[in-house]
Antibody
């Protein structure tokens, strides 16, 4: 069974930092490109970042470019999202996801003073 | 710019069928898209991927009641024999150097 389990969410003040992790199992993680997607309260899905299977291609949404960094460790079947200079409007549920199919259960990030 | 357009809401009766449509912006009729279901307070779930050539791939365990079709820039999801658990938000998604999501359709089962 495919599983993506996110962790690392929590509450942080504006300007702070947080690193999210996603641990994969049940499929060949090293062969899959991966993404981070978020959903603000009551809103739709917003794509944030993409990393190819071998890390040679990375894309970011304009909303997080320069503040967020996506990375992966294929040896540990893990995906990360380092988030810096967090803003109130970064408050959301953050999901790791395959490019077309798999989804994690999400982790909540709250940015508030 | 690649844009996916969905109607904000849809409704249909228990046991009936409903067709949800996602429209690709002009010039992108060859794009593959995926449909995802998000029930209240749950994570999204992959339903089906529709390729521009008409082929498709469904997610693991997705019932036969869910089917998809493509015509030009339209990518449709049809749900037959509607059940109460089908009440959810449905998002279409494509890829353009990043995931592109439609705004979502909220389906109400009457």
């Amino acid at each position: 069974e495919v599983q993506l389990v996110e962790s690392g969410g929590g509450s942080v003040q504006p300007g702070g930092s947080l690193t999210l992790s996603c641990t994969a199992s049940g499929f060949t993680f090293s062969a899959y490109s991966m993404n981070w997607v978020r959903q603000a309260p009551g809103k739709g899905l917003e794509w944030l970042a993409y990393i190819s299977s071998r890390t040679n291609t990375i894309y970011y949404a304009d909303s997080v470019k320069g503040r967020f960094t996506i990375s992966r460790d294929n040896g540990k079947n893990s995906l990360s999202l380092e988030m810096n200079s967090l803003r109130v409007d970064d408050t959301a549920v953050y999901y790791c996801a395959g490019t077309w199919d798999y989804w994690g259960q999400g982790t909540v990030v709250t940015v508030s003073s | 710019q690649l844009v996916l357009t969905q109607s904000p809401s849809a409704s249909a009766s228990l046991g009936a069928s409903v067709k949800l449509t996602c429209t690709l912006s002009s010039g992108h009729s060859n794009k593959d898209i995926a449909w995802h279901q998000q029930r209240p307070d749950e994570a999204p779930r992959f339903l089906i991927k529709l390729n521009g050539d008409g082929s498709h791939r469904k997610g693991d365990g997705i019932p036969d009641r869910f089917s998809g079709s493509s015509s030009g820039t339209e990518r449709s999801l049809t749900i037959s024999s509607l059940q109460s658990e089908d009440e959810a938000d449905y998002y279409c998604q494509t890829w353009d150097n990043g995931k592109v999501f439609g705004g979502g359709t909220r389906l109400t089962v009457l």
